[in-house]
């Protein structure tokens, strides 16, 4: 096998062997070698945060006369290119890596600094220029919440809308469906099957306030808080002029934390977001596990929902088709359940002035927002928008339900009510038929207090 072609590079410290081809440097390659962990890389919208934040750095460095304007020109034109996504094959960095994430840090310093030194044809360093009054342990943390926010903001937002119309939808055409309630997994009084979506509509819209409340104290950043947040080596209002920058490059609201020892210590608005995340999976796990037990069948399920049939279900029954788009849903929040566990016990190991979890807390948080959109959007349109409710089987269930008696307690009592459904579920009756078979009531009065429209 031929040797790979090669440069030499070098770092503070000391040459180093870099593929002849590629945009990054030393340090980078060293980080390549030092971690043959995972497949893991940092995300794409990782990447367009930290290209963010290096322009936002470099026109703030330039406005404070510490970088030259061709230098700082030649560092935005770079760091717009890795915006862009052109160089996102040179994010070679493993998740795995060092604490603090310095290796990526490193990586996107050396991409933007050979992209600027290429146009300017003049020396542009990765540290002395592109991380400029900034360190990894400002940066990264900042990176993890610019991209969230966005991610948040621009993706799971807009798709949790849409999947409260579509349930709002359903929960309005069935607002006059009637089925048995369930609770214990056992037959209860009456609901409609609207009254069930549009609970679930309003549980996912709960669940989206509460991730846009976390998103206040995400939009507050880091940066400028360099190496132990004291600031040290970034001028006076560094942070709060990055975060103003990156609110026009990007269009949503940041700020420069209050007290950045909040920051990088300690990760807990991180914690709150996936928190928040958490709950929205476990809502979204109950909804299509309900659906699920509604739409299992055909013969012997409890047969409420007709399930859209969107492949084969069996290798080996011919047929069968099963509720895959719930399974899905089920299993992305079992996953992003598993993230906020991973992020809940690394923000915890914070010390004193530094979390060294930081790059396995991004992961987590960008794959679990990443996994909640492109699954509540599957969710909403392959199987909400187009279930169907087996209204025959749901009315004929509905008349069979020996609790129905539940209604007649205030007129018979609750022991007489009791031995009216145990004989009407003895011996496959309905509740109208024993009542009629004891003389217990009139016919009207039976029709009256037995009215579904009424009970719910």
Same mark, same amino acid.
């Given at each position: 096998? !031929?040797?790979?072609?090669?440069?030499?590079?070098?770092?503070?410290?000391?040459?180093?062997?870099?593929?002849?081809?590629?945009?990054?440097?030393?340090?980078?390659?060293?980080?390549?070698? @030092? #971690?043959?962990?995972?497949?893991?890389?940092?995300?794409?919208?990782?990447?367009?945060?930290? &290209?963010?934040?290096?322009?936002?750095?470099?026109?703030?460095?330039?406005? !404070?006369?510490?970088?030259?304007?061709?230098?700082?020109?030649?560092?935005?034109?770079?760091?717009?290119?890795?915006?862009?996504?052109?160089?996102?094959?040179? #994010?070679?960095?493993?998740?795995?890596?060092?604490? =603090?994430?310095?290796?990526? !840090?490193?990586?996107?310093?050396?991409?933007?600094?050979?992209?600027?030194?290429?146009?300017?044809?003049? =020396?542009? %360093?990765?540290?002395? %220029?592109?991380?400029?009054?900034?360190?990894? @342990?400002?940066?990264?943390?900042?990176?993890?919440?610019?991209?969230?926010?966005? /991610?948040?903001?621009?993706?799971?937002?807009?798709?949790? =809308? @849409?999947?409260?119309?579509?349930?709002?939808?359903?929960?309005?055409?069935?607002?006059?469906?009637?089925?048995?309630?369930?609770?214990?997994?056992?037959?209860?009084?009456?609901?409609?099957?609207?009254?069930?979506?549009?609970?679930?509509?309003?549980?996912?819209?709960?669940?989206?306030?509460?991730?846009?409340?976390?998103?206040?104290?995400?939009?507050?950043?880091?940066?400028?808080?360099?190496?132990?947040?004291? &600031?040290? @080596?970034?001028?006076?209002?560094? &942070?709060? /002029?990055?975060?103003?920058?990156?609110?026009?490059?990007?269009?949503?609201?940041?700020?420069?934390?209050?007290? %950045?020892?909040?920051?990088?210590?300690?990760?807990?608005?991180?914690?709150?977001?996936?928190?928040?995340?958490?709950?929205?999976?476990?809502?979204?796990?109950?909804?299509?596990?309900?659906?699920?037990?509604? &739409?299992?069948?055909?013969?012997?399920?409890?047969? /409420?929902?007709?399930?859209?049939?969107?492949?084969?279900? =069996?290798?080996?029954?011919?047929?069968?088709?099963?509720?895959?788009?719930?399974?899905?849903?089920?299993?992305?929040?079992?996953?992003?359940?598993?993230?906020?566990?991973?992020?809940?016990?690394?923000?915890?190991?914070?010390?004193?002035?530094?979390?060294?979890?930081?790059?396995?807390?991004?992961?987590?948080?960008?794959?679990?927002?990443?996994?909640?959109?492109?699954?509540?959007?599957? #969710?909403?349109?392959?199987?909400?928008?187009?279930?169907?409710?087996?209204?025959?089987?749901?009315?004929?269930?509905?008349?069979?339900?020996?609790?129905?008696?539940?209604?007649?307690?205030?007129?018979?009592?609750?022991?007489?009510?009791?031995?009216?459904?145990?004989?009407?579920?003895?011996?496959?009756?309905?509740?109208?038929?024993?009542?009629?078979?004891?003389?217990?009531?009139?016919?009207?009065?039976?029709? /009256?207090?037995?009215?579904?429209?009424?009970?719910?």
């Amino acid at each position: 096998m !031929n040797k790979k072609e090669t440069r030499i590079e070098k770092d503070s410290m000391g040459e180093f062997e870099v593929p002849i081809d590629a945009m990054y440097g030393a340090s980078t390659a060293r980080a390549i070698e @030092n #971690f043959p962990i995972s497949d893991l890389k940092f995300s794409r919208s990782f990447i367009r945060a930290l &290209g963010e934040i290096k322009k936002a750095c470099a026109v703030v460095n330039q406005n !404070n006369q510490l970088l030259d304007k061709k230098i700082a020109t030649a560092i935005i034109d770079g760091a717009q290119e890795v915006i862009s996504g052109n160089h996102d094959k040179d #994010f070679v960095v493993d998740i795995f890596q060092t604490g =603090s994430g310095t290796s990526t !840090n490193m990586n996107a310093n050396e991409i933007i600094a050979k992209i600027a030194s290429d146009k300017t044809g003049e =020396s542009i %360093h990765p540290n002395d %220029h592109v991380n400029m009054s900034q360190s990894s @342990n400002d940066v990264i943390p900042t990176a993890t919440n610019v991209a969230a926010v966005i /991610d948040v903001t621009e993706g799971l937002i807009p798709e949790l =809308s @849409n999947l409260i119309s579509l349930l709002n939808e359903k929960a309005k055409q069935w607002e006059k469906v009637y089925k048995n309630g369930r609770t214990h997994l056992m037959d209860a009084t009456p609901v409609s099957l609207g009254q069930e979506f549009s609970g679930y509509a309003d549980l996912i819209n709960e669940r989206m306030g509460d991730i846009k409340a976390s998103l206040d104290n995400v939009q507050k950043l880091a940066i400028g808080g360099t190496a132990v947040g004291t &600031g040290i @080596n970034a001028p006076n209002n560094f &942070g709060a /002029d990055v975060a103003n920058e990156l609110q026009s490059s990007i269009g949503i609201p940041f700020k420069e934390v209050e007290n %950045h020892f909040t920051r990088q210590g300690s990760r807990e608005e991180v914690v709150h977001l996936s928190s928040a995340l958490k709950a929205l999976a476990v809502s979204l796990f109950k909804i299509a596990n309900d659906i699920r037990w509604m &739409g299992s069948g055909p013969v012997s399920g409890l047969g /409420d929902l007709k399930i859209p049939a969107l492949q084969p279900g =069996s290798s080996i029954m011919p047929g069968k088709v099963n509720p895959v788009i719930p399974e899905m849903m089920m299993q992305v929040s079992a996953q992003v359940i598993g993230n906020d566990t991973t992020i809940t016990f690394s923000s915890a190991n914070g010390n004193f002035e530094l979390n060294t979890m930081l790059p396995v807390m991004a992961h987590n948080l960008l794959e679990s927002i990443a996994l909640l959109t492109t699954g509540v959007c599957v #969710f909403g349109e392959k199987l909400i928008k187009d279930l169907e409710a087996n209204t025959e089987k749901l009315n004929e269930d509905t008349q069979k339900n020996s609790i129905l008696v539940t209604a007649l307690v205030p007129k018979l009592g609750y022991d007489v009510a009791a031995e009216l459904a145990k004989e009407a579920m003895e011996n496959g009756l309905t509740i109208k038929d024993v009542l009629l078979s004891k003389e217990l009531m009139s016919e009207g009065d039976i029709d /009256d207090l037995l009215d579904i429209e009424k009970l719910i």
